[in-house]
């Protein structure tokens, strides 16, 4: 059933901002999301969530849930996930302003989190 | 027995507020809060809490809930809905402060949060 | 969008057991269970758990979730409602053991539990 | 054995505070408050905070407790009650920061939580 | 304010139990409880928790709430109380089974906890 | 880099068990467990949780780990894939009691964990 | 101000047992307890947390905070004290089941809690 | 073996500071401090965590304990001793800050927190 | 400064029971428990707790102590260790009844515990 | 098998920041930390925590792992290891910004926390 394609920033889906005028916060924890270890190929496991402050649109959660997917079979160090994940987010939805957490279970008796801060033009 | 009306913000009652010449906080935690998902009907749940400093007047708790319960069978987007409890009640209360947090429980394995915050003239 | 109708047993859907030589137990928690009280007509809440060895099918996990949400628009007393439920599953799955547990939000202060067993033939 | 009179400012007692050249805070936690429903007569609960920069002098704990005692029989409303206490502290012992948060207990599915701040003369 | 009369047993109502060929257990806790102790005068508290399996009847959630307020101005030891609940439930209710667990709040720095059984016949 | 074979219970190795005249219990955890749902091809999240017996041999945890994440691209229901983790843990093993149980994330508002027990001859 | 004269079980005081016909349960949590190690003359905290049935008589609450207070100055190993306990307990009070378990904080890390139970004749 | 004498600052022992040029922060918390009430004689208890940034020296941890066991005899007020540790701290270490929180267990259903904070030059 | 010899059952030291003619039970819980894996040479981590009904004698802690602290350069995997811990108590203070936990900190994902029994002869 | 050297801020190896125009923060967690105290030779055990904003590199978490490892069997001060591991890993990495705290289990009813903080030129 293995037939997850790369993820792509053209699958996040918007809509329009239901109170474009007033700032406001929208916070998406998603705690189911893995990738692969780039080094050993063993999978790794962590919590999402982002928190923003939409501009002209908003982010359509199941196309995110789709998009976050496809990085099952993917080779992604923490750090550079991360930011990806921002990257893309901001290409597609450009928000005021967008704060991503990536939280990784332990590995090594380690345990590590990233956090990256987009800030838009508010 | 399903006879809830559609929500209406002039369900919303008030009392004087007791002591307004100091600022104070109300913080109000609704922890029973449904309503239908409009793409698929299927039942949405959530908390929301209300942090306000009273302006003139209170918001009366058991109009509150009334209030809240008529929701029950209206479709409602989550962005959408948290701006609109704040419309209705800065519309009926004119709060000199209020903040309304959304917190709606899992759906395909992602959370959602959504806060707005109203600022009064003070 | 209400169009709730009554909830029925014949909802509920069953698949063969996968090991019916062998005893083994599922349990399946539901926090999102609502319906109506039938003194107030204001809405009750609460956490339904089924816990149950099956016989030789096994309940299907979106048709008890499309039950369940008949109850919305319900009106039903807190002992009756979980034994009618404990009925409604033996009816439709006549499973080797079954315990409901109904744990429902306070109400005037207070916190009231109900849980209905059946031990069938083993 | 019902004999709590209404409550009184004067049963509050103070002693000289023991660094009164130096800001501290005190906090005193009472999660034994109980008062009556003024519509319905029905007793509610709850837990007061006190939070306070003493100015000349402290509060008595024990005189505290009783002053919060009387309130047993005490028609109060979540928001007067919590303003009055502010009163009643500050002018018996004119802190130079007061800070009271009543936290009461679930009414309808429905939690409040009321905060005052007084800030003195620093 | 203060007309609660003594605690009698003939305010528990009861209501016909809706399955009395099988056993189940209700459980109902009740966290607002509050006496005096009869040496100071002073108010307890505690959470009551009843446990029954029903007999030929049930007690009225309502009725049940109002018996407790009761308890409000009556001077009462722990031990004695606990067993007194029993006593009057087991007068109106007959249940098969009954257990009830005081949990009093610490006075002194000592916690104490009373858990008194009735078992009828089955 | 998505290169998981089918699980195959020959993946599972074996060392002897380090005291074999006497019975004890080797609990495993493994919180990272992911499959595919069969009807809708989404991911699956559950913790597995092994508890056993050894009898002539122990289960080499790192030869488990491998087995597990094989899981990974397989499609699986909840009670057909715990069933399955037992009779190849059987199979390899022949502890003198497994127990296994999955607890798997929710979906749709439930949550589902399902319980199998092996009992070898002791 | 250290008059604390060595314990003695003669402190601890009883009453009538309230309902000396039925068996039922006091628990009776104390988290203030401290003595001196023999060892060192440092001292030792802990919980003592005694469970019993009462035979003809309970043992009031006061007393048993008093004759605990005077452990404050005295030595005593974990092992003997809560054996003591048991020992003055039962010698004074006679109850048909008494439980007592000394939790003590940790020393070099290591935590240790002592349990001790007395079977009266039932 | 009752022979703790007085707490005297000059129990506290320093050694250099290992960073003198950098300010950064320990924090050290005495969950087993122990006094006693100077009205009542009996015992009281609480947590005192110190908070400070060193300026030449650092205060031994092993000279700071026996310091603190000597309030063990001593009758002291909640607010007192808080602001006598920080006088005796500041006399001996100099700290730049030094924040020192006493938290106390619940008397008479109410607990109490004070904290006080010292300001050096820094 | 790293001289610690191998562990020795023979560190252990024991005191004669304090009340050897009753069953009591003494728990000791160890959570700074380190070893080194034998494959890989990297250290391990875990919590012993012990369980006991002491024999004719006690284990004193200190030695205990000071026993496990040998473990530290010890190459062990956790089902050996967690029996020779066994073993060695066993041969030292003939309990008459002994279980020991050993939990272990997730490696690869993965957490164990061990839990081994001893039943002397009661 | 006790081959650790002493450790050695060599054995730290870093990688190219991926977003070197953008400040973001990597959390690492490594609750395994264990050294010696110096005047006792016995362990001590801890949990490190490094966060830090990486400039041109990042560093490689396991050769922080192999790097903390090697403390094993030294010699250190809680102050003084905090200090080190900050001088350490900003000679190695210069990070834009770099906090650590170290946070040590429990030494005769103390707990000791220390934080570190460098801030580099942003």
Redesign the interface.
Known sequence: ????AAPDKNQLETFP???PG???????????F?S?C?KT???D?GTITFRYI?GEV?VE??S??LYL?RF????S?Y??V??RLLDDFVAVANPKRLEIKGAF?????????????HEGIQ
């Open positions: 059933m293995s037939d997850f901002n239901p109170r007033r700032d406001f916060t929208i916070e998406i924890i998603c705690p189911e893995t692969l780039p190929g063993h999978p496991f939409p908003c959660l199941k995110l849930k997917q099952r079979n993917e080779g160090f750090e550079a991360t930011n279970t332990p590995r090594g008796g380690i345990t590590t989190n990233v956090t990256v801060i």
